[in-house]
Each structure stands twice: as C-alpha cells, then as structure tokens.
C-alpha cells in the first residue's frame, strides 16, 4: 500500500464523535437561526420573529407527523421520472465499455499488475458513469418540476415539503442502489473473464501497528534519513548500524502461527553484491524482560511482498548468554498483548525505505468479491451523499447552479481539501490569494520576506479574512476521499471497516440530517410559481 490509512472512529470512541457532530451540527442550527431572526427583525420588526418561531413549531411538526407512505409515493414517482429521462442509458454505455476495454488493457504485463488495471479500471468505470447520471438527475428535478409547474400536483395534495425533499433523495438513493449493484455484478464477473490464468484474486486482511524510528546509534528518532526523495511517505534506516524500524502490533489471542508480510524500498549507495538483494533481519524485543529474539536474516524482494512466518516456538542464538534458547512467542516475548519488532538492514552503505503500511500481520483471507462488493457498496454511499447535497441545494436555486454548487463541493473534498487546510494552517507558503497575486506579479519567491509597509500589512489582512472564511469551509465541507475504497482492491486487500465503511456512513449520515432540514425550509420558503 502507498498510503497511510488511518483509523476514523474505534468503537470505543463513537460517544466522542458523536458529541462532536451535535457540536457541530448545533452551532450551525445556532447560527442559521439567530440570522434567521435578526433579517426577519430587520425586515417585519417585532412581527418577524414571531413569525420564525411559528415556522420552527410548524418544522417540528411536519417532521413529527411524517408519513411513510406518501413519502414512498413521491420515491416511485422519482424512480419513474428518472427512467422516462433515459437515466437507465447508462447501462449502454457500461456495456460498450466493457466490451472493448479488454482491447487496450496491457496483457503483457505481470499477472499481479493485470489484476490490478482490471480491478481500478470497472470499480472506476461504475464510479465516474453513476456519478454525473445522479448528479443531474438530483440538482435538476425539484426545478424541473417548478418550471413545468408538476409539482403544484404535489403540493396541493396532503403532502409536506419535508416528504417532499425526502421522497426525492430517497428515489435517486433507490435508483442509484439499482444502477451500481447491476454495474458491480457485471464488473465482477467482467473481472473474472479478464484476468489471466494464472493470476490470483486476494482480499488480504492486514492488522497495522505503530512505527517507531531508531538511530544509527539505537535512540529514540522522529523520523529516520530522507535520502534526497521529494516524497517524504517513507523514511530510511541506514544500514549495519543500530538504526531499525520498530513496529508494534496488537496481538488479542495465542495462535499457533503468524504471518507477516512487508513491502519495503531499498535505497543503493553503491552495487553492493551482485545478483543479490539487501539482507533484512527481524529482531523481536520484549522491553520488561530485556528480551530479544533475532530471526533469520533474508533478502527483500523490491517492488514485490516479502512473507514470513512467526512460530509459536522460537529458537534462536542469544549472543548475551552464549547459548542457544528457545522460547514461546505469547508468553515470552509477547508483552501486554503488544508484539515488538525490529526491522534491521544488515548490508553497511545501502538503506531501507519503510512507513507504517510496508509491514503488518497478516489475517486468513477473505474471498476476493467481499472486498470488491465493499468498494461497490463505498460508491453508493457516495452518490447518496451527493444525491442529498443535489436535492437540498435544488430546493433554493436553480439547476445550473445547484449542479456546479454539489459539483464543486465533490472536487473540493476529493481533491484539494488538503491543499485548503495547509493554507489555513500556514503550512503552505506564500501566503494567501492577494499575496500569493503580488508575489506571482512581483516576481518574488515565496520564501522571501514581504516589505514592511501599510499596503502589506492591508493586504494580509484582506487575506487574513479570506483564509478564516477558509476555515469555514473546511469545516463545512467533508473529507470524500474515504469513499474511494477502489485502490484497496486494486492491491489485494480487503476494505477496513473502520478506516473506510465506517468513516463514508458516518458522513453520509451526518449530512443528511443538516440537507433535510436545510430542503425542508428553502422549499417551505420558495414562490413556487417563480419560474
């Protein structure tokens, strides 16, 4: 794995998350409704709050008195609508590009590498063909049906706005539950022609531990040696030195065997041997009982997964005692449920790449379409978010708009949502947009100190201004990258409950609540006879 996958939310901390979306969710209710009530002020006087609060108490019982059925009513006619729209035309163009895409896969390549083109390319594929169908389908509907005048039909009938605005999410959530699922089972069975013989498909369950840094003179360290690389994912252990990775795992309960699995990078200073790899050894340490267990030393397979396997009797050579002992791995060097080891290179002059996903132990495998149906299930959660971000922003502006609105708002989380938090964080030289403008047109690096005048000092806090508006929105807009499970696949591993699934339900969840009461009041306040 090239990326570090951290947990979003451990069981045991659900209480914390959640008391910080009620945070979040009631400071933003907070300050919806004291603008709510000083524009209403402004406008009706004392009249205008009065009115705010028959709209809050008439709120509360629209969404106390909802009705299931005639919720479901307005879900099937979405569902139709989006059929009599041809939404289901896009079935054709999957089953066009699945056909010839075979055409331009490189079949020349290893067998690990085929999988892997064939396993980004249908879960990409069903991603990018379902997202702009509902897209559309969500921020132009609402307005669809106001300019054709149709849901006047609606609304004269028994039902409430807030029906309305879920009936709506609910339909395209249905037909985007249809259109991924029939996509997903065609992919996997094109997958399962595609790949080649002698190719295996794997859902690899790793358990991760903590990476701890020792110096070439055996203390404690940040970071190990950045060998000139611009990407800072892995650090270096020099090697013949005391310098190591010390990883730490979990360990819940005995087991007889364990496998461990590592992908590290080899750094060359000179040639070393020819026809041979550098010579990596696993040292297991017990701290309390001053233990350490040196294993076998072998050479690593760059640009390839190194297996080795832990048993539950240990004999190795103990240089401090000048003996040959043999110990038991649960009781003896297993310390407090925790396993400590060491990662060595033995070769003096060369230096070994590692991060905290390039080692970790290795769990029975899951079958291959458990995690591919569990990246299928992350790109429907993923048009159900975007489906409530498109219907609650159609129900106060038009279709263009609400489009590039839950457009931008899917690029930005994806894409540059990093970038935006290193602005506001200062990480990101150069200062803001304005000084950013200045630097571009003065010719000046951005590493160079500003002058100190009265004109810096106004556009800095100009930009200032524009950077806490920043901060905002960071906190508006979510983090989308956990929806896309694809890359897991891809590499043969299985989907993480906690660091995916969990984390794209828990935001889709959170948002809904926000997009239902922010539907339910723009359509409540908006002249549906406006064109």
Not at 103 to 132: E, G, H, M, Y
Not at 147 to 174: C, Q, Y
Not at 217 to 228: A, Y
């Amino acid at each position: 794995m090239n990326f570090d996958a951290k947990p979003f939310l451990l069981f045991s901390n659900i209480e914390n998350g959640l008391m910080h979306w009620l945070l979040v969710f009631g400071s933003f209710i907070g300050v919806i409704f004291a603008a709510t009530v000083l524009i209403a002020l402004g406008i009706y006087g004392v009249s205008g709050p009065v009115a705010v609060m028959g709209r809050v108490r008439q709120g509360l019982h629209d969404f106390v008195n909802l009705s299931p059925k005639r919720i479901w009513a307005i879900s099937w006619l979405t569902i139709i609508e989006a059929v009599r729209r041809k939404a289901l035309l896009v079935f054709v163009v999957f089953a066009f590009l699945m056909m010839f895409a075979g055409w331009f896969l490189d079949s020349d390549l290893r067998a690990d590498l085929q999988v892997k083109n064939a396993v980004s390319f249908a879960l990409t594929t069903v991603s990018w063909l379902t997202i702009p169908v509902l897209l559309l389908l969500s921020c132009w509907g609402i307005p669809e049906d106001i300019r054709v005048r149709s849901i006047h039909t609606v609304v004269t009938k028994p039902v409430r706005r807030n029906e309305i605005v879920m009936g709506r999410i609910l339909g395209f959530a249905t037909i985007a539950a249809g259109i991924v699922a029939m996509m997903g089972i065609v992919g996997y069975v094109w997958i399962l022609r595609q790949v080649p013989n002698n190719a295996s498909l794997i859902c690899r369950v790793p358990v991760y531990g903590t990476l701890q840094f020792l110096d070439r003179e055996g203390n404690v360290s940040e970071k190990g040696i950045n060998t000139g690389d611009i990407w800072e994912f892995r650090s270096y252990i020099e090697g013949g030195s005391k310098a190591s990775g010390a990883y730490k795992f979990s360990v819940d309960a005995p087991v007889d065997r364990i496998k461990l699995e590592s992908r590290f990078e080899a750094f060359r200073t000179h040639k070393g041997r020819m026809g041979q790899s550098l010579l990596v050894r696993y040292v297991l340490v017990n701290p309390t009982k001053d233990l350490r267990v040196p294993l076998d030393s072998f050479e690593i397979k760059e640009f390839n997964l190194n297996e080795q396997y832990l048993e539950r009797k240990l004999s190795f050579y103990d240089e401090a005692r000048m003996e040959k002992r043999t110990v038991d791995l649960f009781d003896d060097v297993v310390d407090q449920n925790s396993l400590t080891i060491e990662v060595q290179c033995l070769d003096v002059g060369q230096y070994l790449g590692m991060a905290r996903p390039d080692f970790f132990i290795r769990l029975p495998d899951r079958p291959f379409a458990v995690g591919y149906f569990k990246a299928v299930f992350g790109i429907w959660l993923l048009t159900v978010f975007i489906v409530s971000i498109g219907v609650t922003s159609s129900t106060f502006v038009k279709g263009p708009v609400a489009t590039l609105l839950t457009f931008s708002l899917l690029i930005i989380g994806q894409g540059f949502r990093e970038f935006m938090i290193k602005l506001i964080t200062g990480v990101q030289k150069g200062g803001g947009p304005i000084e950013s403008w200045y630097r571009l047109v003065t010719h000046m690096n951005d590493t160079l100190e500003l002058p100190d005048n009265i004109g810096i000092k106004i556009m800095q806090g100009i930009d200032n201004v524009m950077l806490a508006g920043l901060w905002l929105m960071q906190h508006l807009i979510p983090d989308l990258t956990s929806f896309v499970m694809s890359p897991y696949v891809a590499n043969g591993f299985d989907v993480p409950w906690n660091v995916a699934i969990f984390r794209s339900l828990a935001i889709t969840i959170g948002y809904l609540v926000p997009c239902l009461l922010v539907g339910y009041y723009s359509l409540t306040l908006r002249e549906l006879e406006a064109k």
